[in-house]
Nanobody, 124 residues
Framework: VQLQASGGGLVQPGGSLRLPCVAS????????IAWFRQAPGKEREGLSC???????TYGGSVKGRFTISKDDAKNTIYLQMDGVEPEDTAVYYC???????????????????WGRGTQVTVSS
């Protein structure tokens, strides 16, 4: 099982960024994927998840600004970040829950597999 997040970088406040997470070694159609982030000195924060059927859940701090989606054919999950704010600066991680459930939850304990993070910096 491997997860590889990428797409991070420097973006100006109010701008957009899309983070892909490429999955391999498991069936994405029968798994849930979540995005988390961790800023220096802060606890890990759950952002969003997408279940096997495509059902999505969002954390309060990003609801309405971030969108999670997936392309099963490409084994890729995306986090579209719009209207970014300096507070969004963090290392972003994708994680996989291989247990086959119809819905997902943004609870890090549900996710056994984690990819290496990608740094997102929001600054003018």
């Amino acid at each position: 099982v491997q997860l590889q997040a990428s797409g991070g970088g420097l973006v100006q406040p109010g701008g957009s960024l899309r983070l892909p997470c490429v999955a391999s070694g498991f069936n994405l159609e029968r798994s849930s994927i979540a995005w988390f982030r961790q800023a220096p000195g802060k606890e890990r924060e759950g952002l969003s998840c997408i279940g096997s059927r495509g059902d999505t859940t969002y954390g309060g701090s990003v609801k309405g600004r971030f969108t999670i989606s997936k392309d099963d054919a490409k084994n890729t999950i995306y986090l579209q970040m719009d209207g970014v704010e300096p507070e969004d600066t963090a290392v972003y991680y994708c994680a996989a829950d291989l247990s086959y459930t119809l819905s997902c939850a943004i609870d890090p304990w549900n996710y056994a597999y984690w990819g290496r993070g990608t740094q997102v910096t929001v600054s003018s």
